[in-house]
Structure formats: C-alpha cells, structure tokens
C-alpha cells in the first residue's frame, strides 16, 4: 500500500507500514478483519503487530489518528492552494489514491458505536479549525455560528457518503477505487454548485428564521 497521505511521508518505519497496512484491511474489510490478516496484507508476522502495538484496539487507535491527520493535513492544504490561485485539478486525479481513507471512514460509521461518535466529533473539530482558516484567507463566508456550521457540513457529508455507499455499493465492496469514483461523480458537482451558488435566490426565510432567535450576526 502507498503511503496514505502527507503526514509522515518520510515515517518508513515497521510500525507507520503496519499501520498503513491496517487501513487498507479496515477499509476494505470492515473492523472484523483479524491481525492475521493485517499481517498478511504487511507481509510480517501477527507477533511483529503485537509487539509495535500490544493489542487490535490500539492498532485501531493508531490508525484513527493517521486517518484524521490525513484529513486535516488535506483541507488545509487544499485552502492554502486555493488561496495561492492554484488549481485542485490534480486532486481530482488522484482521488483514487484517496480510496482507504475512504473506506476507513465509512468502514467507522458503519461501525457505529462509541468509537464511531468520538471519529466524527474529531472531525467536526478539525472542521472548525479549516472552516476558520477560510474564513481568514477570504475563501469563505464567516457564519453567526461557526462550530454549528461545522457541524452540520461535517454531518452532511458524512450522511451523504454512508447512504450512497449503502444505496449505491461498488460492485466489488473492496474495489475501493471505485467507491471514491462513483462518490465524486455523484456528488461533488452538486456539492460544489450547491456551497457555491446557494440555492435560495432570497434571503427571506433567514431572515424569517432570524427573527425567531437571540442576535447572532456573522463573526467578525
């Protein structure tokens, strides 16, 4: 498996391969998969995993955290591109290679459970913290309530990702490739034109709403 993303790209070391080793397996076959199996798929011994980690759970801890820094490192890059005037074309083209990161996050909430809900609640805190980094560099719209909108944009697109893999699955559920293509050719246009445009041609139902609650102008 290719490195699964810009944070430790220079950490070649045994345990940063198991672990990558570990989100391919969790991506493509669910939690269930057995630390034989990881092994297997690293080409070393279940004991080498064992002895790097100590146990399955805290394999899947570490894989946790990779995961989430992907992300994180991926949006805030994508804002300082933006930002630069450069293009996200190239994103696009390798989306492919974005396949495990992928599948590991519908493979968590699939899961569901505890682990799941702290997955997702470390998600809308990285949201908050790029949603901010945009709001600073003019890419985006400040909102009257920051962590709400993150929340909400972190949920939906979670949402969006799990119902259109349980819709819609790949014919083969481990060609993970073929999830993140048939995700992007689904759902980033609209997604793109919806974040964009907007969908309303008025503001009257904002301001309809806003009269119902406390003060909440757009942060500064």
Do not use: N, W
């Amino acid at each position: 498996m290719r490195s699964t993303g810009p944070v430790e790209d220079a950490d070649k070391t045994s345990r940063a391969r198991l672990r990558d080793a570990a989100i391919l397996c969790f991506a493509r076959d669910g939690f269930g998969a057995s630390v034989r199996s990881i092994a297997t798929e690293a080409g070393v011994s279940a004991g080498l995993i064992i002895h790097h980690f100590g146990s399955k759970q805290a394999l899947r801890e570490a894989c946790d955290s990779q995961v989430l820094a992907i992300i994180r490192e991926t949006k805030q890059q994508s804002i300082r591109e933006v930002t630069a005037g450069k293009s996200l074309l190239h994103r696009f083209a390798a989306a492919d290679e974005q396949g495990p990161l992928l599948g590991y996050i519908v493979r968590s909430l699939q899961d569901g459970g505890p682990v799941a809900a702290t997955f997702i609640e470390h998600l809308v805190a990285d949201a908050v913290a790029y949603c901010a980094d945009g709001v600073r560099a003019g890419l985006l719209h400040p909102s009257r309530d920051e962590p709400a909108r993150a929340r909400y944009l972190t949920l939906s697109a979670m949402g969006a990702l799990l119902l259109e893999i349980q819709l819609r699955p790949p014919a083969d559920p481990a060609d993970l490739s073929a999830l993140v293509r048939e995700f992007m050719s689904t759902s980033y246009l609209p997604m793109l034109e919806l974040y964009t445009q907007g969908v309303f041609t008025t503001s009257r139902l904002l301001d309809d709403y806003l009269l119902t609650v406390p003060d909440r102008s757009p942060a500064e």
